[in-house]
């Protein structure tokens, strides 16, 4: 046995949290990822690095469970090569997990000298770190580092968007001639903060809705532009259907316009994105 593989041994023996951990989505080896994926990526990471692989161990069967099928469980050194997030920084070298998928002939990806972006999480050892899913290791195009950075600078600014539970009420009030009508629907955060959609419909126009991130409706506010934290937060977590519990308060028809609005903001907000599989 080689020092390399001793050392992966020791590293599965006493940090099989980084396995098991590791196990919450499929993993993907493409070179193209939606914005949603990440997001989701980040969002869950408080270590978001860029780093280039200098050694790869692949482990043997007996020493890494659970792996799924066509993928290899290899053991990695990497050599940090710039820190996104982490507020109590980074070894310059780290070592952790990973489940590679395999090529159609069945072999190792050539991962080695590869640059990725790791988001992950500190580990029990010190230079070890742990990923935050089997696909947070992705290859590091520019476009995708610069994106990360993107994401990371909305979600750490002070008034970003919270990540949205669930529905809550629904309400939707007649204008005073046909076609006329407010609908406002408020949504469950993570943070408890207020988070309410409005749409808006006036006879001879088309309907418009905007978000208030906040207890006030700006009149002026506008849809979430795709490809934004906000809407990601919408169009990745809202159901398809307004619930019943949300409109069981209102009168039947007043119900209806309120899922019809509904309808109408989803259809805006247009498909989230999102490839990885959570498992």
Avoid at 37 to 47: E, S, V, Y
Avoid at 225 to 249: D, N
Wanted: one cysteine or more; glycine letters at 6%.
């Amino acid at each position: 046995m080689t020092l390399k593989t001793a050392a992966a041994a020791c590293l599965i023996l006493a940090a099989s949290p980084l396995v098991s951990a590791a196990q919450t989505s499929q993993p993907t080896e493409s070179t193209t990822i939606s914005y949603a994926d990440l997001a989701d990526l980040a969002d869950a990471a408080p270590l978001v690095a860029v780093a280039r692989i200098r050694s790869i161990i692949a482990l043997p069967e007996k020493a890494a469970q659970n792996v799924p099928t066509g993928q290899k469980r290899v053991y990695v050194e990497a050599e940090i090569q710039s820190l996104i997030r982490g507020e109590g920084g980074i070894s310059p070298r780290v070592r952790y997990l990973y489940d590679a998928t395999l090529t159609a002939r069945g072999k190792l990806p050539k991962l080695k000298k590869a640059q990725v972006i790791l988001f992950a999480r500190p580990a029990a050892r010190p230079g070890e770190i742990q990923l935050v899913a089997r696909d947070a290791q992705i290859f590091a195009t520019p476009s995708d580092i610069q994106q990360v950075k993107a994401i990371l600078s909305e979600l750490v600014a002070t008034k970003a968007p919270p990540g949205i539970l669930g529905i809550g009420d629904a309400f939707h009030v007649a204008g005073t001639v046909a076609g006329e009508g407010e609908t406002q629907i408020f949504l469950r955060t993570a943070t408890g903060d207020p988070v309410s959609l409005s749409i808006l419909r006036r006879p001879g126009q088309d309907p418009r809705w905007a978000v208030a991130l906040g207890e006030i409706v700006d009149e002026a506010a506008r849809p979430p532009a795709s490809g934004s934290l906000l809407w990601y937060r919408l169009a990745c977590s809202l159901p398809a259907t307004l619930p019943m519990s949300s409109v069981k308060a209102l009168a039947p028809i007043d119900a209806e316009q309120a899922r019809a609005d509904y309808a109408f903001v989803i259809q805006s907000l247009g498909s989230c994105g999102r490839t990885r599989t959570a498992g």
